[in-house]
């Protein structure tokens, strides 16, 4: 039997399998199925289905148990198959929005608290673990700089990306400096630099200044340390993660030595991270229909550690930058609330991230 070619049948009970263990936590039985569901079928008959799917390898019979639960294939089928992904409801937007609109309203915040506040939200509404990386910033348009001289040899260097985002960047000098020479470099480097991307900053510095006028031995130091001052943010400096709690509670990780694996890998960070950026371009990926939406089960996941997660991750954009943001948890979720409430929050992010006067 082809994956793909099950019988309406066959898909029912196997829905039905997913959407019970999903809630129950427990294996799923023929005489449930038969007794709490209008199929029009005996007993008997949804057992042989059963029978059926599970020889497929889309269910499976755990330990001496009379019921079923989902395999990863069995998940799989149903993210891309079966489940009908809707739009959030009234009641889940009234508390996203009660929660995080607030902010898309006032226009109030740091980019850092936008998206820890989105994290803190979407841990809380998914139940599981959320995680939210800042955009990239090759793409990201620089608006303005400052420095703030902390003595005459050490300065901080503060640079506005364009909509909420902040980069600060302590220098230590090797040379004495006074804050009209700051001034004047300040000045030449707004000028100058003001529109362009961090990338174009990084690939034409030199040439940009190579005529200026102001304070040679200060411009130099900017120009030599341009790769760090315009470089990339470290992944780790930007991940956001909010929601251990929740997946903790989860009965898959009532055991000591899973609990142990689990808070191992959230304490990783820079894996955490990888995770949910690669989700979006693993080869098993899936997105359903109409959502941007990238879905990775159990054993399609690159790290080992993530064998029994279920991944989804989504682009959000905030003008030509694009940040992620993810749902780590159990193969057994609920999958269609987790994609429409993930949706629905990169929305919220990309409009209060935009949208900044």
Same mark, same amino acid.
């Given at each position: 039997?082809?994956?793909?070619?099950?019988?309406?049948?066959?898909?029912? $009970?196997?829905?039905? $399998?997913?959407?019970? %263990?999903?809630?129950?936590?427990?294996?799923?039985?023929?005489? %449930?199925?038969?007794?709490?569901?209008?199929?029009?079928?005996?007993?008997?008959?949804?057992?042989?289905?059963?029978?059926?799917?599970?020889?497929?390898? +889309?269910?499976?019979?755990?330990?001496?148990?009379?019921?079923?639960?989902?395999?990863?294939?069995?998940?799989?089928?149903?993210?891309?198959?079966?489940?009908?992904?809707?739009?959030?409801?009234? &009641?889940?937007?009234?508390?996203?929005?009660?929660?995080?609109?607030?902010?898309?309203?006032?226009?109030?915040?740091?980019?850092?608290?936008?998206?820890?506040?989105?994290?803190?939200?979407?841990?809380?509404?998914?139940? !599981?673990?959320?995680?939210?990386?800042?955009?990239? +910033?090759?793409?990201? #348009? +620089? &608006?303005?700089?400052?420095?703030?001289?902390?003595?005459?040899?050490?300065?901080?260097?503060?640079?506005?990306?364009?909509?909420? +985002?902040?980069?600060?960047?302590?220098?230590?000098?090797?040379?004495?400096?006074?804050? !009209?020479?700051?001034?004047?470099?300040?000045?030449?480097?707004?000028?100058?630099?003001?529109?362009?991307?961090?990338?174009?900053?990084?690939?034409?510095?030199?040439?940009?200044?190579?005529?200026?006028?102001?304070?040679?031995?200060?411009?130099?130091?900017?120009?030599?340390?341009?790769?760090?001052?315009?470089?990339?943010?470290?992944?780790?400096?930007?991940?956001?993660?909010?929601?251990?709690?929740?997946?903790?509670?989860?009965?898959?990780?009532?055991?000591?030595?899973?609990?142990?694996?689990?808070?191992?890998?959230?304490?990783?960070?820079?894996?955490?991270?990888?995770?949910?950026?690669?989700?979006?371009?693993?080869?098993?990926?899936?997105?359903?229909?109409?959502?941007?939406?990238?879905?990775?089960?159990?054993?399609?996941?690159?790290?080992?550690?993530?064998?029994?997660?279920?991944?989804?991750?989504?682009?959000?954009? $905030?003008?030509? /930058?694009?940040?992620?943001?993810?749902?780590?948890?159990?193969?057994?979720?609920? %999958?269609?609330?987790?994609?429409?409430?993930?949706?629905? /929050?990169?929305?919220?992010?990309?409009?209060?991230?935009?949208? #900044?006067?």
């Amino acid at each position: 039997m082809d994956s793909s070619e099950l019988t309406l049948r066959e898909r029912q $009970v196997l829905g039905i $399998v997913i959407q019970s %263990y999903v809630v129950s936590a427990a294996p799923v039985g023929s005489r %449930y199925i038969a007794r709490n569901y209008n199929l029009g079928l005996s007993d008997a008959t949804i057992r042989n289905v059963m029978a059926d799917l599970e020889r497929e390898g +889309f269910i499976s019979q755990p330990h001496t148990s009379a019921g079923r639960v989902p395999t990863d294939k069995g998940y799989r089928y149903y993210v891309d198959l079966i489940m009908h992904v809707q739009r959030v409801n009234d &009641e889940e937007k009234r508390r996203i929005d009660a929660d995080f609109g607030q902010l898309n309203c006032e226009r109030k915040g740091t980019s850092t608290e936008v998206l820890f506040s989105a994290a803190r939200v979407l841990g809380t509404i998914s139940r !599981q673990l959320s995680v939210v990386l800042s955009p990239a +910033f090759s793409n990201a #348009v +620089f &608006e303005k700089l400052d420095m703030v001289l902390l003595s005459s040899s050490r300065m901080m260097v503060i640079l506005s990306i364009r909509s909420l +985002f902040l980069r600060t960047i302590v220098m230590e000098l090797d040379i004495e400096v006074s804050r !009209q020479m700051v001034d004047d470099v300040v000045a030449v480097l707004n000028e100058r630099l003001s529109g362009l991307t961090l990338a174009e900053i990084r690939r034409t510095l030199v040439v940009r200044l190579s005529d200026c006028t102001c304070d040679s031995a200060l411009l130099d130091r900017i120009v030599r340390s341009s790769g760090e001052l315009f470089d990339e943010t470290p992944m780790i400096e930007r991940l956001y993660i909010s929601g251990a709690e929740y997946i903790i509670d989860q009965p898959e990780f009532k055991q000591p030595e899973k609990v142990r694996d689990l808070i191992s890998m959230i304490e990783d960070k820079t894996s955490v991270a990888k995770l949910v950026d690669d989700a979006t371009v693993a080869v098993d990926a899936v997105k359903p229909q109409g959502m941007d939406v990238s879905i990775t089960i159990g054993k399609e996941n690159i790290e080992r550690k993530a064998g029994e997660l279920t991944i989804l991750s989504t682009p959000y954009y $905030v003008g030509n /930058m694009v940040g992620k943001l993810g749902i780590l948890g159990p193969t057994r979720m609920d %999958y269609e609330h987790a994609v429409r409430v993930l949706n629905y /929050m990169a929305d919220c992010l990309s409009t209060t991230l935009s949208e #900044v006067p």
